[in-house]
């Protein structure tokens, strides 16, 4: 599986964007999806999850109600729209995808991850 992760940017305190991660390589709908992001000598932390239907979405507590994660199993892309940015959300992240079972929130079920977006949040 190939994942290419885009959208990031630099954006003002209270801004919005959207990341996009498009997958090929293997059927979309058979994975999960997730978010990681890590921050400049921090570890890769959990950001959201979505199941390979979609009906089963997990989000970090520090990002609950102003992220967004989605899937269009149609186009092979997951998504992640952030809204209200905050300085402390700068970190690259990472979108990674698994067909295994198990927990969305452990960072080891994931075997496939794309390359990074930095996001950078000015405040």
């Known amino acids: 599986v190939q994942l290419q992760a885009s959208g990031g940017g630099l954006v003002q305190a209270g801004g919005s964007l959207k990341l996009s991660c498009a997958a090929s390589?293997?059927?979309?709908?058979?994975?999960?999806m997730g978010w990681f992001r890590q921050a400049p000598g921090k570890e890769r932390d959990f950001v959201a999850a979505?199941?390979?239907?979609?009906?089963?979405?997990y989000y970090a507590d520090s990002v609950k109600g102003r992220f967004t994660i989605s899937r269009d199993n149609a186009k092979n892309t997951a998504y992640l729209q952030m809204n209200s940015l905050k300085p402390e959300d700068t970190a690259v992240y990472y979108c990674a995808a698994t067909s295994t079972s198990g927990s969305a929130y452990y960072i080891k079920r994931y075997d496939y991850w794309g390359q990074g977006t930095q996001v950078t949040v000015s405040s």
């Open positions: 979505i199941s390979r239907s979609g009906n089963r979405i």
């Open positions: 390589g293997r059927t979309f709908s058979n994975l999960d």
